[in-house]
């Protein structure tokens, strides 16, 4: 019974138009938000300043790992299902934990989930973030290994962002993934050395979709199409009995709008 507002921006919304009929469907109704770049950022801001707002008869939830306190913390202990599961199958079917776990990082909820249980491990964790059109370019949401320690969104993390401390707008072929920020956890994870963090470009994650869709019959969302285009990176230097476990992180339907534009099919 009670009522639930989605705010999402216009560049989203039309990205992800399928995403927003679904839920549309299910009674949410979609708040679109046409400021700034219109897309994960400034939905998370008028989100909060509609929190903010109306603070008595409502409450804040947010999917990604990002945010003030106890959103970051919550979102980990929610998400770890994911990787508390990976644990119980891999020693019920391998007989022992995996020697990498690779995930992509946007705001970094499907990998800190994943991560999380394996922290105190000698498993190594892979987190890739979104390449964009390249990391010599300004167009890609690499808040780790492009940006400065900053705060954002209430948190103290990395974050892309001008000298001066101005919100440098991140880019992604990936809805999902272009965030000019990350979890503050993945940030003290880079900096410990506990995870390493890479990237995949737009055309890596594109041409990712297209080689599991043809291998596997499965269409991967487009921010998990960036963590299976570092697979074939990582190959070369395994061995027979390395264990790689990917977290497919979503389903690409919703994503059929952006693939349709870029495959000529």
């Given amino acids: 019974g009670l009522s639930c507002d989605v705010f999402m921006g216009r560049e989203d919304m039309r990205r992800q138009a399928l995403n927003v009929f679904r839920m549309r469907l299910l009674g949410a109704r979609v708040v679109e938000v046409t400021g700034g770049s219109m897309t994960l950022k400034d939905a998370t801001n008028e989100a909060m ?21 106890p ?14 599961e990976t ?7 391998l007989g022992r934990l995996p020697t990498h776990i690779v995930a992509c990082v946007g705001g970094g909820s499907n990998a800190i989930g994943i991560f999380a249980p394996f922290a105190g491990t000698g498993v190594q964790l892979i987190g890739v973030e979104a390449g964009g059109l390249g990391l010599s370019t ?6 780790i290994e492009q940006g400065e320690i900053g705060v954002f969104h209430g948190s103290k993390s990395r974050v892309l962002q001008t000298p001066d401390g101005q919100i440098v707008e991140a880019h992604s072929i990936s809805a999902g993934l272009d965030y000019p920020g990350v979890g503050p956890e993945h940030a003290l994870f880079a900096e410990t050395g506990r995870a390493s963090y890479v990237n995949a470009t737009d055309s890596e994650a594109l041409a990712a ?40 992180s979503g389903r690409g339907d919703k994503d059929i709008g952006t693939l349709r534009e870029r495959f000529d099919l």
């Fill in 71 to 84: 959103f970051p913390l919550m979102v980990r202990d929610l998400q770890a299902v994911i990787g508390r």
């Fill in 209 to 248: 979709v297209r080689l599991t869709c043809e291998t596997e019959g499965i269409l991967p969302a487009l921010e998990t199409a960036h963590a299976i285009a570092h697979l074939p990176k990582m190959v070369p230097a395994l061995t027979g009995d390395d264990i790689v476990v990917l977290c497919c």
């Fill in 49 to 69: 300043r509609d929190w903010m707002a109306n603070v008595d008869s409502t409450h804040y939830i947010i999917g990604s790992a990002v945010g003030p306190h």
């Fill in 87 to 93: 644990w119980a199958q891999c020693e019920e079917r």
């Fill in 138 to 143: 300004a167009k890609h949401g690499a808040s």
